[in-house]
Every structure is written in structure tokens, then in C-alpha cells.
T-cell receptor
Framework: DVKVTQSSRYLVKRTGEKVFLECVQD?????MFWYRQDPGLGLRLIYF???????EKGDIPEGYSVSREKKERFSLILESASTNQTSMYLC???????????FGDGTRLSIL | AQKITQTQPGMFVQEKEAVTLDCTYD???????LFWYKQPSSGEMIFLIY??????QNATEGRYSLNFQKARKSANLVISASQLGDSAMYFC????????????FGSGTKLNVKP
């Protein structure tokens, strides 16, 4: 089975801090994704990566950056955390074509 | 641009009954894929079922089936014989023919199964 592991289930940080969310997948997938999930809004794509060192902006990239130095690892960075970034963050990976995305368990991030 | 609409924020169903969760989509692509995911309160997203735009048969996976009506651009999820463990958020998603496997998600439907 595909395993996507997010480094933390729950995280509490302070306004202005630099926050790192880590995601690792074990199936050699080319594509990796970061979403945030808010009630009533579904999943919104922040950034995705289709290869090592390659990244593309999603629908809501402002205030975020990403890093993919190795194929299995995709990091989401909140450069200067703000309270409106309190949310559930989900990482996913996939191969190409019409294969499903496989998700991690999510990180519930609170910015105080 | 692709768009997914789920018009039912919440639904109740009696245990052992069937329930239909609605999903409509908008795309100008001829080739696309439709997916349903389940998200229990614990947070993980579980892939349930897939339907390709060229598939002539409706997809089925155990108690899950997808009522695909291409002309109406709808891809409703049918859960038969509901169980208490089916209580969760359900998301419909679509992928177009781009190379990056980029998905578009609906806002979700919260299903509550009553004993």
C-alpha cells in the first residue's frame, strides 16, 4: 500500500514564526501536492510538484512556499505564519494518468 | 477551468438504507476522471471509487457505486446498505487531461448514519 506520512498530526505555532510541514511518500510517485482544507471550502491546492526541484503554484499560494529536494519528500513552508493560516493541511502523492491521489493523515495547524 | 459542485452540505440516512450523494461538474475537456473520497473524523482521505469519462459502465466497488450521467455532467455516489462507519465527509473530485494529475475538489457532503 502507498504510504504518505506527514510529520505532525497537530501543531501549534505563533504569529510570525516560520513553519515547516513535512511530507514523505514511499511509492516513488512523481507528483506531490499540498492542500489546505477549511469548512465549507473543500480542499484547495496550495502548491504541487511534478519532479525533484520542480514546483507549480496552485490556487492559493500566497504566504506559502515549498521545497522538493528529494523525490520522496515535499515540504510546505509558511514564511511568516499568520492567524488566517490556521487550517487542516493535507499532503498527497500520485503517479500520472488518472490514478487516484493518496493522502497523508493531515496536520491540524493552529497559529496563535 | 474545471469546477465541482456538491450541493448537499449535510445528509442523514438510516442504517441499512441506501443513500445518494450528489456531484455535478463542469469541464470543456472530453477526457477526464471523476473520483470520490471519504474523510472520517480522524482526518485521513480514503479513495473510494473512480469513473473515467469514456467508461460506458457505471463504476462499482463493493457497496459503493457511481451513477454517471455524462450528458447531465453528474457523478453521484450511491452507498448501499449504510453502516454506522459510513458517517464521514465525502468529497467528489475531478481530474482533466493535464500531465500533472491535478485534482479539483468539491466542498464536500457530511453524511450521518443513524442507528
Amino acid at each position: 500500500d502507498v504510504k504518505v506520512t506527514q510529520s505532525s498530526r497537530y501543531l501549534v505555532k505563533r504569529t510570525g514564526e516560520k513553519v515547516f510541514l513535512e511530507c514523505v511518500q514511499d511509492m516513488d510517485h512523481e507528483n506531490m501536492f499540498w492542500y489546505r482544507q477549511d469548512p465549507g471550502l473543500g480542499l484547495r491546492l496550495i502548491y504541487f510538484s511534478y519532479d525533484v526541484k520542480m514546483k507549480e503554484k496552485g490556487d492559493i499560494p500566497e504566504g506559502y512556499s515549498v521545497s522538493r529536494e528529494k523525490k520522496e519528500r515535499f515540504s510546505l513552508i509558511l514564511e511568516s505564519a499568520s492567524t488566517n493560516q490556521t487550517s487542516m493541511y493535507l499532503c498527497a502523492s500520485s503517479t500520472g494518468g488518472y490514478q487516484p491521489q493518496h493522502f497523508g493523515d493531515g496536520t491540524r495547524l493552529s497559529i496563535l | 477551468a474545471q469546477k465541482i459542485t456538491q450541493t448537499q452540505p449535510g445528509m442523514f440516512v438510516q442504517e441499512k438504507e441506501a443513500v445518494t450523494l450528489d456531484c455535478t461538474y463542469d469541464t470543456s475537456d472530453q477526457s477526464y476522471g471523476l473520483f470520490w473520497y471519504k474523510q472520517p473524523s480522524s482526518g485521513e482521505m480514503i479513495f473510494l471509487i473512480y469513473q473515467g469519462s469514456y467508461d460506458e459502465q457505471n463504476a462499482t466497488e463493493g457497496r459503493y457505486s457511481l451513477n454517471f450521467q455524462k450528458a447531465r455532467k453528474s457523478a453521484n455516489l450511491v452507498i448501499s446498505a449504510s453502516q454506522l462507519g459510513d458517517s464521514a465527509m465525502y468529497f467528489c473530485a475531478m481530474k482533466g487531461p493535464d500531465n500533472f494529475n491535478k485534482f479539483y475538489f468539491g466542498s464536500g457532503t457530511k453524511l450521518n448514519v443513524k442507528p
